[in-house]
């Protein structure tokens, strides 16, 4: 693989410990096919939290993940590093546009015999298949071979799956949650409260790179395990008081990187 001279130092056999703005940079020079699986299964969490957030509204779970992976891998090969934004801000919007497409293009106006809905189905889960593993969008052809069938039925499949009923927004869902409905209106438009979960899952990872392990502890005992400095002091064989130290000093660590993170 050739790699850009700023980025010939970097040892791509380590590449899980590579930071994900390295890698974007790297990919956009070399188009590397491995670099692009990484940064897929590394950012995999973003598609499955966004995904868990439509659950209970109609349509199973599993199908609105793989629209959500489909929306990520679109995300990834659009997103411009050098345009200074945060991947999770950039791709977040996209993945969401996606399984919002889904559920509006969900139901069907007429009757289309069961062997082409469930067809029409194995070809949106080969295209995510297909895509990660050829590197750009899948053919007919490509999608016929990979699920062992012609072309022409194929074709009729994805014809058929554009046949959709226009539906009301105040059409509801049942949530299975205490007998409350939810609006079709409720899934389009609304403001999203996962942008701040995902912003702030990538904040804490990259923070605690710089922390050491004893700082990792005391950070994941004292705010996520709600333990007391007396009981991780009592683990660690140390001080109450070096605890507290050692707890503000990781404030101070996070602190700095939000302020590197919003300069």
Sequence with gaps: MKVDKRYDKIDLKD????????LFKILKETKDPKIREVLIERYLYIAEILAKKYTNRGIEYDDIYQ???????????RFDIDKGFEFSSFATPTIIGEIKKYFRDKGWTIKVPRRIQELSKKINNAKVTLSQKLQRSPTVADIAKYLNCTEEEVLEAMEASKVYTPQSLDLTYDSNNDDKDVNLADLIGEEDIYFNKIENNDFLLRGMKKLNEMEKKILIDRYFNRRTQVAIAKDLNISQMTVSRVEKRVIEKLRKEMEKSLN
């Design 15 to 22: 590449i899980d410990n590579i930071d994900s703005k390295v």
């Design 67 to 77: 629209v959500a992976c489909v929306g990520l891998i679109y995300a990834i090969d």
